[in-house]
């Protein structure tokens, strides 16, 4: 009860109309798709009407293209408008930003994976509606919100801030571990017993569950109800040694701080669904494009947020009863290529490697590839299994056909606790 109180009490200060907008999410959850896409219409309208009157880079992008907000008669009509990358956002900052002047910012920052940082605010509806969509998916699970939570998001946390973490960490009922060492996670997994969810980093969630699993102590008297893997692609060879620990598989949550959550995985037919609510989501090429609705302070319109997807044809029904569309797969980064000795190829050929072996041996491999040189490629390999060495290097030949010279490696520890696992890490450039 006393972190049901807090929970309310901040909330009520921080986000006021996050649990209007919840109990809203909570509503349309069921709503026929052609209601969700009339509510999307209507929704764009009068965020692509605002952003024309309070935003200068946008008010000259619309009229470059003779975009009009209100002659758009569905949401493809935005397509007019050019696709945005990062570096658009970084060099048009100020710009982009809003003159509106908002009753209540947040501040936020975000390097990902390109190591650049790019810094905005966030109006009270964008971080409302971002906590909402999060918690409906909590929902979906049974979770609430203020319940014992376990949480991996990196450790290296400077010494002063590390006492104001903590602070906030036990306003939200939550524990993590600030170092790694093995007596420190035994301790984090005997709190985690007590929990009623764990999320984080996926790699780092797969490690607890093989530190789990190799205690001598009970393994089914954890009473978790979710375990959300953020921020990283769950391997599908991740699921055994979770499902094993813990008496459930590792669901998705997907999102970014600049498009906030796109999708959530429901629980009852594994399907990531969008939040179509709160965003719109197109395939171009095969990458994920999206446009925030709620991103009125910064607006994000259109933005190639750099991962590869495959969404459902439109045709599509989950068996849970949500008509809101799905994405199907997560495929990887959109990253550097790998440079062979005559050709390049996108780091996404890895992925099909892997996946190709799975479906057709039942063989799944943990793996991180390293680029020093042109034309060679160091393999790391999770599992001491070189009897596959075989079958993994003549799949590496049908996608880089002796172009690139592989060097595998096997029984490799491939997470460092320090953040995120990258699975393609090239030092040429």
């Known amino acids: 009860m006393l972190h049901r109180l807090i929970y309310y009490l901040g909330m009520l200060k921080r986000n006021p109309s996050l649990l209007e907008y919840y109990n809203f999410l909570k509503e349309s959850d069921f709503w026929s798709l052609e209601k969700l896409q009339k509510y999307q219409l209507e929704k764009a309208k009068v965020f692509f009407q605002f952003v024309y009157e309070h935003s200068v880079f946008y008010r000259e992008l619309f009229d470059q293209v003779g975009f009009n907000a209100q002659k758009i008669t569905c949401v493809d009509d935005i397509k007019v408008l050019p696709i945005i990358d990062k570096n658009i956002l970084l060099r048009e900052n100020e710009r982009i930003q809003s003159d509106y002047r908002f009753k209540k910012l947040f501040f936020s920052e975000t390097s990902g994976t390109t190591g650049?940082?790019?810094?905005?605010?966030?109006?009270?509806?964008?971080?409302?509606?971002?906590?909402?969509?999060?918690?409906?998916?909590?929902h979906w699970y049974g979770v609430k919100v203020w319940e014992k939570n376990g949480y991996f998001w990196g450790y290296n946390i400077d010494k002063k801030q590390k006492y104001k973490v903590a602070f906030l960490d036990f306003l939200q009922n939550r524990f993590r571990m600030f170092s790694y060492d093995k007596e420190e996670l035994k301790r984090f997994i005997k709190r985690l017993r007590r929990a009623a969810?764990?999320?984080?980093?996926?790699?780092?969630?797969?490690?607890?569950?093989?530190?789990?699993?190799?205690?001598?102590?009970?393994?089914?008297?954890?009473?978790?109800k979710m375990v959300k893997g953020t921020s990283e692609k769950i391997y599908e060879s991740y699921q055994e040694e979770i499902q094993k620990a813990f008496g459930l598989k590792m669901i998705s949550e997907y999102g970014s701080t600049e498009s906030g959550i796109i999708a959530y995985e429901c629980p009852e037919g594994g399907h990531m669904h969008i939040c179509m609510e709160n965003v719109i989501v197109e395939e171009v090429n095969?990458?994920?494009?999206?446009?925030?609705?709620?991103?009125?302070?910064?607006?994000?319109?259109?933005?190639?947020?750099?991962?590869?997807v495959k969404l459902a044809d439109k045709t599509f029904r989950c068996k849970c009863g949500r008509e809101h569309s799905v994405i199907l797969d997560i495929l990887g980064r959109v990253g550097k290529c790998v440079k062979g000795y005559v050709q390049q190829y996108p780091s996404l050929m890895f992925y099909y490697v892997f996946k190709n072996i799975a479906l057709t041996t039942s063989i799944s491999l943990n793996y991180q590839a390293i680029q020093k040189e042109i034309g060679k490629v160091d393999l790391r390999i999770e599992q001491n299994q070189p009897e596959y060495q075989y079958i993994l290097q003549r799949e590496l030949d049908k996608y880089f056909k002796k172009?690139?010279?592989?060097?595998?490696?096997?029984?490799?520890?491939?997470?460092?606790?320090?953040?995120?696992?990258?699975?393609?890490?090239?030092?040429?450039?």
Do not use: C
């Not at 592989?406 to 997470?415: A, D, M, S, Y």
């Open 286 to 308: 095969g990458e994920i494009v999206v446009t925030n609705l709620l991103s009125y302070s910064f607006p994000i319109i259109r933005y190639k947020l750099g991962d590869y």
């Open 116 to 138: 650049q940082v790019l810094k905005f605010y966030r109006n009270e509806e964008w971080e409302s509606g971002h906590r909402a969509a999060m918690f409906r998916g909590y």
């Open 403 to 429: 172009d690139v010279d592989f060097k595998i490696v096997w029984g490799q520890t491939l997470h460092t606790w320090n953040g995120k696992l990258r699975d393609f890490i090239s030092e040429l450039d």
């Open 197 to 224: 969810y764990l999320e984080g980093y996926s790699s780092m969630i797969y490690e607890t569950a093989k530190m789990v699993n190799q205690l001598p102590e009970r393994k089914n008297d954890f009473k978790l």
